[in-house]
């Protein structure tokens, strides 16, 4: 069972847990209040959308670069880019497609990329370490990523074969000019992240 702390006011909230902080009392000190929430039936009939959640986040991003970036449904990004429509698309490459996706204060750039069974999973989870340690103003903003992993039957030679499905994107700012797709490729911030680490060799 989850728990959630609700506390005024409603700027305190924590997107990335189900918790807010930061309130004041009448008589002005602080007040803390934890409300238990079951999945199944839950008090009061409230209910957290997962989808909902993760796109107040998102917006919540665009204007405070403060969050940090998180998890992401795919029913979001599926949400926000049209169910990655083509007339979205903003850049193609050799392993992945970049989308826009709309928000209700501004946009987003969804990287999905095409090849998963080529890039091994470890390679793709230390991108995503890199990208959440690592900011510069030189870099594009990274918001979140989504990773799912899910069973399929397949046709293959007149047989029905379950196999691994994989989805994989990365999620970032949205820059209006310029091939966007260069800069999320990994090779500018493949770059500056050598340099780093010669800078911290030298001290």
Not at 48 to 58: C, N, S, T, V, Y
Not at 64 to 78: F, G, I, N, Q, Y
Not at 164 to 174: D, H, S
Not at 178 to 194: A, E, H, R, T
Request: net charge neutral; proline share 4%.
């Amino acid at each position: 069972m989850p728990v959630a702390t609700f506390l005024p006011p409603p700027d305190a909230f924590d997107y990335r847990s189900s918790a807010a902080t930061g309130a004041s009392g009448s008589d002005g000190g602080s007040s803390t209040g934890t409300l238990f929430i079951d999945d199944h039936n839950p008090i009061g009939g409230l209910q957290i959308d997962p989808e909902e959640h993760a796109r107040d986040l998102l917006e919540s991003m665009l204007l405070d670069t403060r969050v940090e970036p998180t998890d992401m449904p795919l029913s979001l990004l599926k949400s926000i880019t049209n169910n990655f429509s083509n007339d979205r698309q903003i850049g193609v490459g050799g392993f992945a497609v970049v989308y826009k996706g709309k928000l209700q204060n501004g946009a987003v750039a969804v990287k999905k990329l095409t090849k998963t069974l080529d890039v091994h999973e470890t390679k793709f989870h230390q991108e995503v370490d890199s990208l959440l340690r690592v900011k510069h103003k030189n870099i594009v903003r990274f918001l979140g990523y989504c990773s799912v992993t899910q069973g399929k039957v397949w046709k293959l030679e007149g047989r029905n074969v379950m196999a691994e499905e994989r989805q994989r994107f990365l999620c970032f700012e949205y820059l209006p000019e310029g091939s966007l797709d260069n800069y999320i490729s990994g090779k500018y911030f493949y770059i500056l992240f050598v340099r780093k680490r010669n800078e911290k060799l030298c001290i």
